[in-house]
C-alpha cells in the first residue's frame, strides 16, 4: 500500500525573460521523429546525481539517467533498471537484480557494482534528499546483476525513492570527472548536448542512439527551457514557442486553454498553517489542542480557495493524498468554518481575550494570502505579527524561528509524508513534537505488513486531524499545459510528468 514521493517546500523564485526558446515542432510519434521543447521553472544545479534534487528539477534528470524503479501514472512502481526486487522477512534487505543489458553514453556497460556506488555515492553526497538513505546500512554487489541493500529498520517508503533522485544512476567512470557538474553521463534516453546548452537558461539533448528502452524514446530532441516568471511562460505558450510548461500557478488558466493547449492537473501539494511549536516550547498557547482546533475553525476554506486559487483546488482539512491508504474523504471537511467555535475554544484554553503569534511571510507565497489569514485569525481573537526573513524563509522556520506558518508543501506517500512533516526527527516538525499515541502508530506502519500499515496509517491520520497538528486549507491544482501537438499524463507524486509520458499526438 505504500507505493509512494516528493518536492520538499514548494516556494515560487525570482523572474526570468524567456531566452534562446526552440521552435516547437510537432509530428508523429514512435521512436523518435520530432523536437520536443518544454518549460520548466527552475533550472539543475547540477548533473552530479549524488547531488541532485526531483520535483520541478526532475525532467533535467530523467533525460539522461534512468532511476533503478520506475513510478508510473497509475500510482504504482515498476522494474525498471532493475527487473526484480524483494525484500527479507523483515524488510531490512532488499535484493534488486540489474539489467545486463544496459551501456551508458561513454559505451561503459551497466553492473551491480556501478549502481552501489551510485546508491553510496548519494547516501554520502550534497543533495537536500540524502536523509532518505538515512536507514541504508551497506549495499554490496556480490555479483554482476544483483545488489543488496541492508537498512538498519524498514522503510515503507525506499521503494519509492528508487524511483526518483536517490535511483539515478551515472557512469562511474564519470565520478571523477572535473565536468560530472555540467557534462551528464547516463543511460537514460537522452544525451545533453552540452555544445547547445545554456546553463541556467536552456538545455538541449538528442536521442541516445544506443537507447536499451526505444518505446520510451519519443522524440529525436529534446529541449528544456527555464521559463521562472508566469508571464514569460504564458508568452512562450501563444507564441507556440513550446509543446509543454509547467505552470507556476492557476492565475491564467483561461488563457492557456484560449491558445489551443490542454491543462492537465493533479493535486499534490496543499496549502495551510503549519502548527509547529505543538510542544509550547516558545509559545505555550499551541500545546493546547484546543487553541490548534480553533485555530482550524477561524478559517474559510472555500473563501480562501477561491481568493487565492480561483477554486482550482480541493478544501481538505488533511495532509494524507487520496491516493493514500490513509486518506478519509471525511476529513476533507472535518473543520467547519465556524468562528463562534474558534472563540468558545479559546476561551476554554485561557485566551478569551486573544493571543499573538509570530509568523514569517514570504513574497513568493502571495502578499494577498497573508492579508487573509491576518483578518480571519483576528476576527477570532488571535493576532497575527510577521515577520519577513527574506531568502531565510525556510531556513528561519526550519531552525525554528517561528512556532506556525503559513506553508505550501507536498502531499508525500504515507512513509514519506511521515518522515518529512509528522516523525519527531521530520524536517518540517522542526521542535521536534511527540505524542505517545502518534509513536505507537508510527512504529507498528514502520514494522507493519501492508495491511497493518494501510489500517494504521488511517488510524494516524484521524488522530493527527482530531489533534489539530496542522491547519490545512485545500489541496492545490498543479498545471502542466500541453500544447496540441503533445499529450502526457500526470504522476500522483511529482509536480512534472515523466520525461517518457510525453508523446506526440498521432
Not at 524483494?86 to 549502481?115: G, K, P
Not at 476576527?379 to 497575527?384: A, F, K, L, N
Not at 496542522?470 to 492545490?476: E, I, L, M, T
Request: with cysteine; glycine share 8%.
Amino acid at each position: 500500500m505504500f507505493r509512494w514521493k516528493a518536492t520538499a517546500a514548494a516556494v515560487a523564485v525570482t523572474a526570468l525573460a524567456l531566452t534562446g526558446c526552440a521552435g516547437a515542432d510537432g509530428g508523429s510519434g514512435g521512436s523518435g521523429s520530432t523536437t520536443l521543447t518544454l518549460g520548466a521553472i527552475s533550472s539543475p544545479t547540477t548533473f552530479d546525481p549524488s547531488g541532485s534534487e526531483w520535483g520541478n528539477r526532475a525532467p533535467y534528470y530523467q533525460a539522461v539517467f534512468d532511476t533503478l524503479l520506475l513510478a508510473t501514472p497509475e500510482g504504482t512502481i515498476e522494474p525498471f533498471l532493475a527487473t526484480d526486487y524483494s525484500y527479507n522477512e523483515d524488510n531490512t534487505v532488499l535484493t534488486l537484480t540489474i539489467r545486463d543489458d544496459v551501456t551508458f553514453s561513454d559505451d561503459t556497460a551497466l553492473t551491480a557494482d556501478v549502481v552501489a556506488q551510485n546508491l553510496l555515492r548519494f547516501k554520502d553526497g550534497a543533495s537536500p534528499d540524502a536523509g532518505y538513505f538515512a536507514t541504508v546500512q551497506s549495499v554490496e554487489a556480490p555479483d554482476d546483476t544483483t545488489v543488496v541493500i541492508t537498512l538498519s529498520a524498514p522503510d515503507p517508503a525506499f521503494l519509492n525513492y528508487l524511483t526518483r533522485d536517490p535511483g539515478l544512476v551515472a557512469s562511474a567512470e564519470s565520478f571523477d570527472s572535473p565536468d560530472i557538474a555540467t557534462n551528464p553521463i547516463g543511460s537514460g534516453p537522452y544525451v545533453l548536448d552540452t555544445a547547445a546548452t545554456v546553463t541556467g537558461t536552456s538545455y538541449t539533448y538528442t536521442a541516445n542512439p544506443d537507447y536499451w528502452n526505444k518505446d520510451l524514446q519519443h522524440y529525436e530532441k529534446l529541449v528544456i527551457n527555464v521559463l521562472q516568471d508566469p508571464t514569460a511562460a504564458l508568452n512562450a505558450i501563444k507564441a507556440g514557442e513550446a509543446n509543454g510548461v509547467k505552470l507556476a500557478n492557476n492565475d491564467n488558466l483561461g488563457e492557456v486553454e484560449g491558445a489551443g493547449w490542454t491543462v492537465n492537473a493533479n493535486e499534490l501539494d496543499f496549502q495551510g498553517m503549519l502548527l509547529l511549536d505543538r510542544s509550547g516550547t516558545v509559545e505555550p498557547a499551541l500545546a493546547d489542542v484546543r487553541v490548534r482546533q480553533a485555530i482550524n475553525y477561524a478559517f474559510d476554506r472555500e473563501g480562501l480557495l477561491q481568493a487565492l486559487q480561483a477554486g482550482n483546488g480541493t478544501v481538505t482539512t488533511q495532509v494524507f493524498p487520496e491516493a493514500s491508504p490513509a486518506y478519509d474523504p471525511e476529513l476533507d471537511d472535518y473543520y467547519t468554518y465556524d468562528p463562534e467555535k474558534a472563540k468558545e475554544l479559546l476561551a476554554e484554553a485561557g485566551y478569551a481575550d486573544g493571543l499573538v503569534l509570530q509568523q514569517p511571510s514570504a513574497a513568493a507565497l502571495g502578499a494577498t494570502t497573508y492579508t487573509l489569514i491576518e483578518q480571519q485569525l483576528a476576527d477570532v481573537g488571535i493576532t497575527v505579527e510577521y515577520t519577513d526573513p527574506g531568502t531565510n524563509f525556510i531556513a528561519d522556520l526550519l531552525a525554528p524561528k517561528f512556532p506556525s506558518s503559513f506553508m505550501a508543501l507536498e502531499q508525500n506517500p504515507d512513509w514519506q509524508l511521515i518522515q518529512f512533516m509528522i516523525a519527531p526527527g521530520a524536517v518540517f516538525n522542526p521542535y521536534g513534537a511527540e505524542d505517545p499515541a502518534i509513536d505507537a502508530l508510527l512504529t507498528e506502519i514502520q514494522f507493519g505488513d501492508e495491511a497493518t500499515q494501510a489500517e494504521k496509517a488511517k488510524e494516524l491520520n484521524r488522530y493527527l486531524v482530531e489533534q489539530a497538528w496542522f491547519a490545512p486549507f485545500y489541496r492545490v491544482q498543479g498545471s502542466f499545459g500541453t500544447d496540441a501537438d503533445t499529450t502526457t499524463e500526470m504522476l500522483p507524486t511529482n509536480v512534472y510528468p515523466a520525461i517518457y509520458d510525453f508523446k506526440p499526438k498521432a
